[in-house]
């Protein structure tokens, strides 16, 4: 797979992400799928942060995004390619939250590895400081991470 279709790929994922048509985006995913998502000391306060995994996995990830937030900006600035199925893309969203009116904006890189011309991974970096603020306040939600802890 040369870099021009990797990356063909992963713009068309995007648009595909924007439009909603999400079972058109799981097509260009290999089944297998991982999401990971910012995973870490935020998952606790940001709902859409973790690690997902498969069609089902990231159905959930995006309906708790969707249910925490609006989209009011999505940019991507930069494409950049690697050997090995590997695509970069540096973008910023701007998101308000849906309870608070609160808003708050993200730098990203999401990170693509492909297998066989299906995205099998994604890794999302950014600085989840600004999301963890907004949803500090928030009266904390029953999630599958904290109950599973709660219950220990």
């Not at 097509?27 to 000391?41: N, R, S």
């Not at 400081?129 to 907004?134: D, K, P, S, V």
């Amino acid at each position: 797979m040369t870099n021009k279709r990797n990356l063909a790929i992963v713009r068309a994922w995007f648009r595909l992400l924007a439009r909603g048509e999400y079972a058109k985006m799981h097509e260009l995913q290999t089944k297998d799928v991982v999401w990971d998502v910012i995973a870490g000391p935020s998952e606790t306060l940001v709902p859409w942060l973790g690690k997902f995994r498969g069609r089902a996995g990231i159905d959930r990830c995006l309906a708790r995004f969707s249910g925490a937030v609006e989209s009011e900006a999505f940019e991507l600035h930069d494409f950049l390619t690697g050997p090995g199925g590997q695509v970069a893309v540096i973008g910023r969203t701007r998101l308000r939250e849906r309870q608070t009116g609160a808003r708050m904006h993200i730098d990203f890189v999401e990170y693509f590895r492909l297998r066989r011309g299906k995205i099998a991974y994604v890794r999302v970096y950014g600085d989840s400081a600004g999301a963890a603020c907004a949803f500090a306040a928030l009266p904390r939600r029953a999630t599958t991470r904290t109950t599973k802890r709660a219950a220990r």
